[in-house]
């Protein structure tokens, strides 16, 4: 394979990854498509061979992915959900736009994917889902995981638990409610309150909403409002502790 082909096309390769295209190729080294794809045999041959040649570190499609999200991740931290752009995500990700069109599709694809993707939000499913049978014991991990994750991602937090109602009625219409981590606590407060652990006469969205009050109240308010920095380890049992005095049937509260 003709050196002058292999160089433009790991030119290509860092700048746009391996989305660019053999019309780019063609305008780079002169050559006519019908002579590169004699020469090459095919794009993924050509991106085979200068990897092997060390000419390029191919990025496979996780990594692309875990690129693409972590400029997500920072774009929405500072421009929000609505305003932030494929083109912004892009260029924070150090990827052509085309590259996230071709993997999500489209904004809201790739924001919905990123909404599901949030590490601790998964945590907390997982915790929930396989819950241990000891109520204190899950809601202690569950506040845990959301406490550190607020402590880390201030600003991203900020937007994702937005006051602004635009913000709010879009993060809504583009992630699915059924997977949601409200949904999720609430399906685990329904199963506590028919094995008798919680209390019946309020709806379990309400017990999750009181349970997740407690957390932005400590996370987000306290921190802003009142000049109280946010304590996970300290706070944690608190917020649990609060939640269950009042969540209990009376019968299993303490005396």
Avoid at 46 to 60: R, S, Y
Avoid at 67 to 96: K, P, W, Y
Avoid at 205 to 212: H, K, M, Q, S, V
Wanted: aromatic share 6%; glycine share 6%.
């Amino acid at each position: 394979m003709p050196g002058d082909i292999k160089q433009a096309a790991a030119l290509l390769f860092r700048l746009k990854g391996p989305d660019f295209t053999l019309d780019e190729l063609q305008q780079q080294t002169g050559i006519s498509r019908a002579t590169l794809y004699r020469r090459i045999g095919s794009k993924q041959a050509l991106i085979a061979a200068l990897a092997d040649e060390n000419l390029i570190e191919p990025d496979p499609r996780g990594d692309i992915d875990s690129r693409i999200f972590e400029a997500t991740r920072n774009v929405v931290a500072s421009h929000g959900f609505i305003a932030c752009t494929m083109e912004q995500i892009a260029g924070e990700a150090g990827l052509g736009v085309a590259t996230l069109y071709r993997h999500f599709g489209d904004k809201e694809n790739l924001l919905t994917s990123f909404i599901a993707r949030i590490k601790p939000m998964l945590a907390i499913k997982s915790v929930l889902q396989n819950e241990n049978g000891n109520i204190d014991d899950d809601l202690k991990r569950v506040v845990d995981i959301a406490l550190d994750f607020f402590a880390e991602n201030a600003d991203l937090v900020k937007i994702i638990f937005s006051w602004q109602s635009a913000e709010r009625a879009y993060l809504d219409k583009i992630r699915h409610n059924s997977t949601s981590t409200h949904n999720q606590i609430s399906q685990y407060m329904e199963r506590q309150q028919q094995n008798g652990t919680l209390r019946k006469d309020l709806p379990p969205e309400d017990l999750a909403l009181n349970l997740t009050g407690l957390l932005l109240q400590y996370a987000l308010h306290a921190p802003a409002h009142i000049a109280r920095p946010l304590n996970p380890a300290k706070d944690s049992k608190t917020i649990v502790s609060l939640f269950l005095d009042g969540a209990r049937p009376a019968r299993q509260r303490p005396d």
